[in-house]
């Protein structure tokens, strides 16, 4: 798969940022991409609270439903046209949902702030700190 790069979405409250967010974290780990590699930050505890929701609960749906794979592969292919399409089966979502569950703990969705404190606190002479 070609490299999917970095992405900032900045936009308005109900513009969609988790929904698309949550699309391009569920492309990655379908595509059996660690997903302990893969950074998410927000500015709240419940934004980042309900993107690890959503992404559970769009993957189980999907594991279980026809429909909702078929409305996955039809996003992939829309957010995603230039780059490979991975397999969106029944097997693929409860093998990505297996994945995930047992790497939870290792998951790196964070609010701004508790990335830079556990940054700091991975760092500190280097940023001066005693």
Sequence with gaps: MNNLGNLIISASAGSGKTFRLTTRFLF????????????????????????????????????????????????????????????????????ALRQLTVQLHRLNLWTIDSFFHRILSVFPFEFGLT
């Design 28 to 95: 990655m780990l379908l595509h059996d991409l660690d997903p302990t590699r893969t950074v998410a930050l927000t500015f709240s505890r419940s934004t980042a609270g309900e993107f690890l929701l959503s992404i559970l609960q769009r993957l189980a749906k999907a594991s279980r439903d026809q429909d909702t794979r078929i409305e996955l592969e039809r996003l992939f292919k829309a957010d995603f046209k230039d780059l490979s399409q991975p397999e969106v089966s029944q097997d693929s979502c409860m093998k």
